[in-house]
């Protein structure tokens, strides 16, 4: 009973705006004014009127509102998209940009020494986390061996330890595996390169009476069938001379950073070295 009598009500203020404007229209056109009649049917029926003019017009608002905010949404949703893309795009070009440098310095180092190289870059370190030892994107495929010295612009990193089809482990100098046979360039006195898991590495059996200070540059001697002669290994930050003892306590900072290692090269073939069990090899058939 409630609905009907509600969609009667309705439907009486609609023939009641029905009924006005009927009324309205046809007055002629010499007769511009209301009648009293008239008067009284417009002051009761233009608030309905008007009311249902502003639903409308609210309605109609709101319905192309909602589409263009429907259109504003998937178009925010493709520029964000595109920005996205951009940004990465972007990344990408700094990344390419930032690597220049070390490429150029990578170039520089293969004319200077005319070695047979392979470049690489590093993808990861060891996760054992048990060595200082890092995996590259180049393998067996490549032509990598056991043994291999493996360079940067600025000096020595290490050495192919494992070797698979696309990927090797090369052990850094580091390490506390590690040990490098060297020099001191500005004195030629001999000694070893030794890995402490940190930049900073020791340098055993420099002779008490040698002359290395400060400053000194370690390179590789060329001893040790691994690592060819000549190439910075780091500088020297510390020596002390203890009472008693045969040999200098002699440290070097190394000249590579391996906490940027990013791309490297390994050394194919030099006339100080034979990969993997060549030499083994040699000495049988002699």
């Not at 360079?151 to 050495?159: K, W």
């Not at 020791?202 to 060819?228: H, L, Q, R």
Request: net charge positive; with cysteine.
């Amino acid at each position: 009973m409630k609905v009907v009598t509600g969609l009667g009500k309705y439907l009486s203020c609609i023939v009641l705006i029905i009924l006005t404007l009927f009324i309205l229209s046809i007055n002629s056109e010499d007769k511009l004014s209301w009648t009293p009649v008239e008067r009284i049917l417009v002051e009761v029926t233009a608030p309905v009127q008007n009311f249902i003019t502003q639903a409308v017009r609210m309605t109609k608002d709101i319905w192309l509102k909602y589409f263009f905010l429907v259109d504003v949404y998937e178009s925010n949703l493709k520029l964000k998209r595109e920005i996205n893309a951009i940004r990465i795009e972007n990344a990408r070009y700094r990344e390419l940009l930032a690597s220049l440098p070390r490429i150029e310095r990578l170039l520089n180092f293969t004319q200077k020494y005319k070695w047979p190289v392979i470049a690489a870059r590093v993808i990861g370190w060891d996760p054992s986390g048990w060595f200082q030892s890092v995996i590259i994107d180049k393998g067996e495929n490549a032509g990598l061996k056991l043994d291999m010295p493996v360079v940067n612009s600025y000096g020595i990193v290490g050495r192919v330890v494992s070797v698979s089809p696309s990927y090797a482990k090369v052990l850094l100098i580091i390490d506390q595996n590690s040990a490098v046979d060297c020099i001191d360039q500005r004195t030629r006195d001999r000694g070893m390169v030794k890995g402490k898991n940190t930049s900073v590495c020791d340098v055993a059996y420099m002779n008490k009476s040698c002359e290395v200070k400060k400053g000194d540059i370690i390179v590789t001697s060329g001893f040790g069938g691994v690592f060819p002669k000549g190439i910075p290994i780091g500088t020297v930050t510390e020596v002390k001379q203890v009472q008693g003892e045969l040999f200098k306590q002699v440290k070097i900072k190394t000249c590579v950073d391996f906490s940027k290692l990013g791309e490297v090269l390994i050394i194919k073939d030099h006339p100080q070295i034979n990969f993997g069990h060549n030499s083994s090899e040699k000495s049988k058939k002699n």
